[in-house]
């Protein structure tokens, strides 16, 4: 019997990044490559870096100086089916004092699409903000 849980949505840690970078990854893949959008030699291209080593730690550096300000939404998404949880999305908006909030990143891979991920995600993000301001 296949055990999927449900997203729980916390907010990311800089231990996220590598996880959090390939969902990232895996969402523009699955979204943006298509004959009347970008190639995936493109993607990989732009991506490669990314997922590197150093990519992946100069993300969890900025995971960590976003944790210290209170206007940035930095969060993921998990599910656990069986294996222990497993970081399938991610979010990133901006909700400064002034000026416009803004949802800046906003990906769930494509093996957690359908599971409530992006809308667990999207909910989390709203719920930091004024919905009172633009």
Known sequence: MEVRSAPVVRPMHPEDAGAARRAQYEGWRDTYVRPDGVSAAWLEEVWRPRLSETGIAEFAA??????????VVQLVAEV???????????????????????LRVLYVAHRARGRGAGSALMDAVLARMDPARP
């Open 62 to 71: 900025e995971v960590a100086e976003g944790q210290h300000c209170p206007s």
């Open 80 to 102: 656990d089916d069986g294996a222990g949880p497993e970081v399938v999305g991610l979010a990133i908006g901006l909700a400064p004092e002034d000026g416009p909030q803004e």
